[in-house]
């Protein structure tokens, strides 16, 4: 039923002389997905925010990441990891206690922040920390 009204919806638009509407949704629908690759990525893991953030060296020294630490933010157990990814992509990670054994770690490298190079970030992390 939904297929054959969007049928005749397409048919009624192409008819009455609006083909560039169907065109710009069609190219919003593409935007929308790659957003999708565009983004922080976020997992909580097992572990208190000092434990976790010596997992998360590890992992990026596997990665072959350049990094620093900075304090960040209003409560002082948060922290800041940032520096460049192996082929130069700025790269930022924010560790934030949610209880007092577990830790969300948000990754983002790149300016826009790309999902799937973060995949690969959460994926070395995994190595060392369990996810909650």
């Known amino acids: 039923m939904r297929a054959m009204l969007a049928a005749v919806l397409f048919l009624s638009l192409a008819a009455s002389g609006c083909p560039p509407l169907i065109v710009i949704a069609a190219a919003g629908a593409g935007a929308t997905a790659g957003a999708r690759e565009l983004s922080d990525l976020a997992i909580t893991y097992q572990g208190n925010i000092n434990a976790v953030e010596n997992k998360v060296h590890k992992a990026l020294t596997d990665v072959g990441a350049t990094i620093n630490v900075s304090g960040k933010g209003l409560k002082p157990k948060e922290l800041t990891?940032?520096?460049?990814?192996?082929?130069?992509?700025?790269?930022?990670?924010?560790?934030?206690?949610?209880?007092?054994?577990?830790?969300?770690v948000e990754v983002r490298v790149g300016r826009m922040g790309s999902v799937p190079r973060a995949e690969e970030i959460h994926k070395a992390i995994q190595k060392y920390a369990k996810v909650k």
């Open 81 to 104: 990891i940032s520096g460049t990814t192996h082929d130069g992509e700025m790269l930022t990670i924010d560790l934030r206690p949610t209880t007092p054994n577990s830790t969300l």
